[in-house]
C-alpha cells in the first residue's frame, strides 16, 4: 500500500489495526449494516517505520465506504425532508 508519511515522507508506513468504531446510536437509528459502513469510512491510522509519526490516511475503502455513507445521509435528510413537506401541504 502506497501511504507516504507526511512528516518525512518515508514509505515504509504500516497499518494500526484499531477496532473497529460503530457508535450504538447509529446502530439502534439505522441498523446494524449503516454502523458497519460508518465504522469502515473512518481514515485508517498509519505508523511511520522511519519517524514514528502517526497520522490518518484515507484508503481506498475509506474512500468507497464514505461515498456510501454520503449517499445515506443525503437519502434520509431527502426522505426526512419529503415526509416534513407532505406533512405541511398534504395532497388532495
Ligand atoms: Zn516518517
Same mark, same amino acid.
Given at each position: 500500500?502506497? $501511504?507516504?508519511?507526511?512528516?518525512? &515522507?518515508? /514509505? /515504509?508506513?504500516?497499518?494500526?489495526? *484499531?477496532? !473497529? ?6 446502530? !439502534?437509528?439505522?441498523?446494524?449494516? #449503516?454502523?458497519?459502513? @460508518? ?6 491510522? %498509519? ?12 484508503? !481506498? $475503502? /475509506? *474512500? $468507497?465506504?464514505? $461515498?456510501? #455513507? ?5 437519502l434520509?435528510?431527502t426522505?426526512?425532508? @419529503?415526509?416534513? @413537506? /407532505?406533512? !405541511? %401541504?398534504p395532497? &388532495?
Amino acid at each position: 500500500m502506497a $501511504v507516504q508519511c507526511p512528516s518525512c &515522507g518515508g /514509505s /515504509s508506513c504500516e497499518k494500526i489495526e *484499531q477496532p !473497529l468504531h460503530i457508535p450504538l446510536l447509529l446502530i !439502534l437509528l439505522g441498523g446494524f449494516i #449503516w454502523g458497519v459502513i @460508518y465504522g469502515l469510512s473512518r481514515e485508517p491510522r %498509519f505508523r511511520c517505520g522511519a519517524c514514528e509519526h502517526r497520522f490518518f490516511a484515507r484508503t !481506498l $475503502v /475509506s *474512500q $468507497v465506504f464514505s $461515498v456510501i #455513507w454520503y449517499l445515506f445521509i443525503t437519502l434520509v435528510l431527502t426522505g426526512f425532508g @419529503y415526509a416534513v @413537506y /407532505s406533512f !405541511l %401541504f398534504p395532497t &388532495g
